[in-house]
């Protein structure tokens, strides 16, 4: 393959806990509204940390019968609704895209949500050849709920209890079928783990699939629900989670600031979808962005905790620089093909970063490692660029959240508007441009968006406005 093909968003989606549409999403990061709830139900009664993002207002039957809802797992139906919101806005024309992008603010606004109760109309015929099109569903754990029911009902009633659809529906990468049975999608469907990771590599393995030529179109979703007790015991127990905040639960999550002490657990999913530029073009689709580069590394450190200098982190985010430069320059290698994981610099130093949306959790260890990276990638500009946090809105969605920051940086760059960090009351960090309190109106034209998770997965992504 010699030549390396631009790859552009052309349609997103999303079922989170701040909003069920791609729209509802961003208006309420944007807002500096915080989704962070104290959670309902029985389970959590006897837990030490009883808050976190969850999905509300979601109808299911809206998109499944009734029959095939209540077989799947909850995080199975906000894929597959994300994945649907994103096929629909990529189908649409680019006169429909344009009309409905006129009715709007261009700033914070009011819309119907697709998931409460409007599912979005895809078409019955996708506009690409469906051996040409793929679906990537990424997650840390995929449909856990479904498995933890099963073994209790094995405990208590013994194998016949056991429902025969876990082996149908219980795969991690079970919504990328799902997907591509729904729209008769004939490319690859496959699933792509790498913790809180996930969603960047996702996006990461599409971008590369369309570029080197074994599709025009990838469809990316990430998807994550460990809100069930077994998972926030599990990470309370390790202290990774913010306690004590069921008084006041939308101050818990604090990335940068100095009263931070863990990450706010949310579910959701998001989706988007990937297109190549000349597929795109071709058939007059609205372009919301290029995704420009990707990098990801390993820190091979430790189990949970990042490298204390940001080795692996800050080998991403110069990969994906580099990357985006050689895309830019034309180079038809790319940095794969002759550029080491730390020996980048120069291609990545010609690559302007406008902005930066930061993993940003709010755990003592990860903050400082990031801010580390940045600095060892970027070199001392990294302190002049613009970085928000937004988990502290959204909650920390673990491998789902790569793919819902991707939605946020397309917004960023279509909006002119930095989304704010919440609760960075008193930053641990001294002279860096946090984007604090409430929105920043800025022109951008570029966004870093990084995804850092347990076991020491990075992933870089630059998305760049069109």
């Known amino acids: 393959m010699t030549e390396r093909r631009r790859v552009v968003v052309t349609g997103m989606g999303a079922v989170t806990p701040s909003g069920t549409s791609a729209q509802a999403l961003w208006d309420s990061v944007a807002a500096g509204r915080s989704a962070i709830r104290e959670l309902e139900g029985e389970q959590y009664a006897d837990l030490a940390v009883r808050i976190g993002g969850q999905v509300r207002d979601f109808d299911a039957v809206a998109y499944f019968p009734r029959s095939l809802a209540r077989r799947l797992s909850p995080v199975q139906h906000w894929a597959v609704a994300a994945g ?3 096929l629909a806005q990529a189908c649409a024309s680019a006169a429909d895209s344009a009309a409905e ?3 709007r603010s261009p700033q914070v606004t009011t819309v119907p949500e697709a998931g409460a109760g409007n599912p979005p109309a895809v078409p019955e015929e996708l506009p690409w050849d469906p051996v040409r099109i793929a679906v990537i569903a990424a997650t840390g754990s995929g449909p856990v709920d479904a498995m933890q029911a099963a073994t209790r009902a094995l405990d208590s009633g013994g194998p016949r209890a056991v429902p025969l659809t876990l082996a149908i529906y219980g795969a991690p990468d079970s919504a ?3 997907l591509s049975q729904r729209h008769g999608i004939l490319g690859p469907g496959q699933g792509v783990s790498a913790t809180c990771a996930s969603g960047a590599i996702g ?6 699939r369309i570029r080197h030529g074994y599709a025009d179109a990838v469809l990316v979703v990430g998807m994550e629900d460990c809100l069930g007790g077994v998972n926030l015991a599990s990470n309370a127990n390790m202290r990774a989670l913010a306690a004590g905040y069921e008084g006041d639960p939308a101050a818990a999550s604090r990335p940068f600031d100095a009263a931070r002490s863990g990450f ?14 000349d597929s795109a073009r071709a058939r007059g689709a609205r372009i919301l962005a290029e995704l420009a580069g990707f990098g990801a590394s390993s820190d091979a450190h430790h189990p949970t905790a990042p490298h204390p200098e940001g080795r692996g982190a800050a080998a991403a985010v110069r990969e994906c620089l580099a990357d985006a430069a050689a895309m830019s320059a034309g180079d038809s290698a790319g940095p794969g093909a002759g550029a080491s994981h730390t020996g980048a610099d120069a291609g990545a130093a010609s690559v302007v970063v406008d902005h ?15 801010l580390r990276a940045l600095e060892a990638a970027l070199g ?3 302190r002049t660029v613009p970085i928000s946090a937004t988990k ?10 790569g793919v819902v920051e991707a939605v946020i940086a397309v917004h960023t760059l279509r909006a002119g508007l930095l989304p704010p960090t919440l609760n960075l009351d008193e930053p641990a960090f001294e002279g860096w441009d946090f984007v604090r309190g409430a929105a920043r109106s800025q022109s951008v034209r570029s966004v870093l968006s990084t995804s850092f998770g347990f076991g020491g997965h990075n992933g870089a992504l630059l998305f760049r406005s069109e």
């Open 101 to 103: 992008s006129a009715a």
């Open 176 to 178: 990328a079928a799902l």
């Open 203 to 208: 996006l990461g393995e599409g971008l590369r």
């Open 392 to 401: 502290s809105s959204t909650g920390h969605l673990l491998g789902a959240s």
């Open 380 to 382: 001392q500009e990294a």
């Open 356 to 370: 930066i949306n930061a993993h940003g959790t709010g755990t003592p260890a990860g903050d400082e490692a990031e």
């Open 84 to 86: 649907d919101e994103a």
């Open 264 to 277: 706010v657990m949310s579910q959701g999913a998001a989706a988007v979808l990937l297109e190549s530029e």
